[in-house]
């Protein structure tokens, strides 16, 4: 019954490497979302998009990338991992049909060394 | 700054007792709501949406929605240990259809 797969479930990643995060939901949903969340931050929007190959910013966009070249898969990327970059990451999907209520992966716990 | 406002807690109830969240929105012409809940190490996971005001009944949740008061509640009756978690309300407002704006949390805890 799994609906949002995150491929890892724990990372480990070395300062400087290039880390890929994915994410594929079954649920042909048209929006995507990536997420971190931190102790005391609450979730913070890090890019999401609406359509394939479209993608937007969120509130904190700056080291990631994203891209989104099949409508169920929308993956994540660290360009050069940092130390403050260590954190939980959450996939969602979501759906007018749904009213746009955020369905979740099991998230991606990453620590950078 | 579209903002969702929640106590952080703890919040604290005895097992069977009713626990009550509260959420409060900034942007008058939100339409939708959801309740999610997210155990420690987990991800959040949808429990209740309510669109209209009023109460909406899903076994011993209940959301309730006062759009006038720019308010938003859930009630756990008969609370358990297994209902101690981090519940997020999430809120969507107006011209932003399918990015939610999510509150910081509440923590509850449930004494047995």
């Known amino acids: 019954d799994v609906k949002v797969t995150q491929s890892s479930r724990y990372l480990v990643k070395r300062t400087g490497e290039k880390v890929f995060l994915e994410c594929v939901q079954d649920?042909?949903?048209?929006?995507m979302f990536w997420y971190r969340q931190d102790p005391g931050l609450g979730l913070r929007l890090i890019y999401f998009?609406?359509?394939?190959?479209?993608?937007e910013k969120g509130d904190i966009p700056e080291g990631y990338s994203v891209s989104r070249e099949k409508k169920e898969r929308f993956s994540l990327i660290l360009e050069s991992a940092s130390t403050n970059q260590t954190s939980m990451y959450l996939c969602?999907?979501?759906?007018?049909?749904?009213?746009?209520?955020?369905?979740f992966g099991s998230g991606t716990r990453l620590t950078v060394v | 700054q579209k903002e969702v406002e929640q106590n952080s807690g703890p919040l604290s109830v005895p097992e069977g007792a009713i626990a009550s969240l509260n959420c409060t929105y900034s942007?008058?012409?939100?339409?939708?709501f959801f309740w999610y809940r997210q155990y420690s190490g987990k991800s959040p996971e949808l429990i209740m949406s309510?669109?209209?005001?009023g109460d909406k009944e899903d076994g011993r949740f209940t959301a309730q929605l006062n759009k006038a008061s720019q308010y938003v509640s859930l009630l756990i009756r008969d609370s358990q240990p297994s209902d101690s978690a981090t519940y997020l309300c999430?809120?969507?407002?107006?011209?932003?259809?399918?990015?939610?704006?999510f509150g910081k949390g509440t923590l509850l805890t449930v004494n047995p």
């Open positions: 969602a999907s979501s759906s007018p049909t749904e009213r746009y209520g955020y369905t």
């Open positions: 309510i669109y209209s005001n």
């Open positions: 942007d008058r012409g939100s339409q939708s």
């Open positions: 999430a809120v969507t407002p107006v011209g932003s259809n399918y990015k939610l704006t």
């Open positions: 998009s609406y359509d394939v190959k479209m993608k």
């Open positions: 649920m042909d949903h048209e929006n």
